[in-house]
Structure formats: C-alpha cells, structure tokens
C-alpha cells in the first residue's frame, strides 16, 4: 500500500468519526417517549472502533514518515513539520496584510485616520513568497506520498 492511500484512508477515517460523532450529538437527548432513528450504543461501538483504526493509521503514517528520506538529510517527516510550519506563518503573514491593509472610509478631515505600523507591500510579498514555497513543498511531499511503500 502506498503511503498516499493510507493517508486518504486516515482522511476518510476522520470524516467518519466526525459524522458519527455529530449524529450522536444530535441524538443524545430525545423527547419523552420518542426513540432515536438508530441505537446509540451502537454507533458508540463503531466510533471506538474507528478510534482504534485511526490510532494504527496515524502509528503507521508516522513511523514511515520518520523512516523515509526526503531530501538528503531530511526526513519525510521533517519536511511534513516544515510545510505546516511554513503555513501557519503564511497564515499569520496574511492576516497581517488584511489588518494593515487601510481603506480610508472617513466623510471629513475631522475623523479619526489610521495608519499602518508596518510595511504593507514587504508584507504581501513575503504572504506570496510563503504561498508559492508552500505548493512546491506540498507537490514534492504529495509526490513522495505515492512513492512510498507502506508495510501492512
């Protein structure tokens, strides 16, 4: 199995958990004397089952991603952990470009004018820097991820 079909699975996995776990949140209370559309002890066992499967599969994801070489002297994992810190920073670029990005909205002089404390277009730039090093890091990762072979 490739690493790729196994993250899909853990994706799907997850959606599943997520539906059941909103289907039993729906459900927890009934009206006296309704009964729910399906058993919930039921659904509670297929839930924890899923925990389980999804345990095994992020055990196994991660002991293949600490296992397989990315790049010379980086790990797959190495690469996964620089990709999502590299997002949260471009998250966190961005964000500062909306806040700083200033449209002056006042009717008159007498207003109160705010200005930006900081350098809208390094700002922007260094958001697309980030957004474009982002995709080629998750390309070369995706890639990768259908290359690998997983022990089952």
């Given at each position: 199995?490739?690493?790729a079909?196994?993250?899909?699975?853990?994706?799907?996995?997850?959606?599943?958990?997520?539906?059941?776990?909103?289907?039993?949140?729906?459900?927890?209370?009934v009206?006296?004397?309704?009964?729910?559309?399906?058993k919930?002890?039921?659904?509670?066992?297929?839930?924890?089952?899923?925990?389980?499967?999804?345990e095994?599969?992020i055990?196994?994801?991660?002991?293949?991603?600490?296992?397989?070489?990315f790049?010379?002297?980086?790990?797959l994992?190495e690469?996964?952990?620089?990709?999502d810190?590299?997002?949260n920073?471009?998250?966190?670029?961005?964000?500062?470009?909306?806040?700083?990005?200033i449209?002056?909205?006042?009717?008159?002089?007498?207003e109160?004018?705010f200005?930006t404390?900081?350098?809208?277009?390094?700002?922007?730039?260094?958001?697309?820097?980030?957004?474009k090093?982002?995709?080629m890091?998750?390309?070369?990762?995706?890639a990768?991820?259908?290359?690998?072979?997983?022990?089952?």
């Amino acid at each position: 199995m490739k690493l790729a079909e196994l993250l899909i699975e853990r994706s799907e996995t997850q959606k599943r958990i997520a539906i059941i776990s909103s289907r039993l949140n729906k459900y927890a209370t009934v009206q006296e004397g309704d009964v729910p559309p399906f058993k919930p002890e039921a659904w509670l066992a297929k839930l924890d089952g899923l925990f389980v499967k999804q345990e095994e599969l992020i055990n196994k994801i991660n002991v293949t991603n600490m296992s397989t070489e990315f790049e010379i002297g980086m790990t797959l994992a190495e690469a996964v952990t620089k990709r999502d810190v590299m997002k949260n920073r471009r998250g966190i670029y961005s964000g500062l470009f909306s806040a700083s990005a200033i449209e002056d909205n006042r009717y008159s002089k007498k207003e109160i004018k705010f200005v930006t404390t900081l350098d809208v277009d390094r700002i922007l730039d260094v958001t697309d820097d980030l957004a474009k090093d982002v995709r080629m890091l998750d390309a070369k990762i995706q890639a990768k991820n259908w290359e690998v072979e997983v022990p089952i």
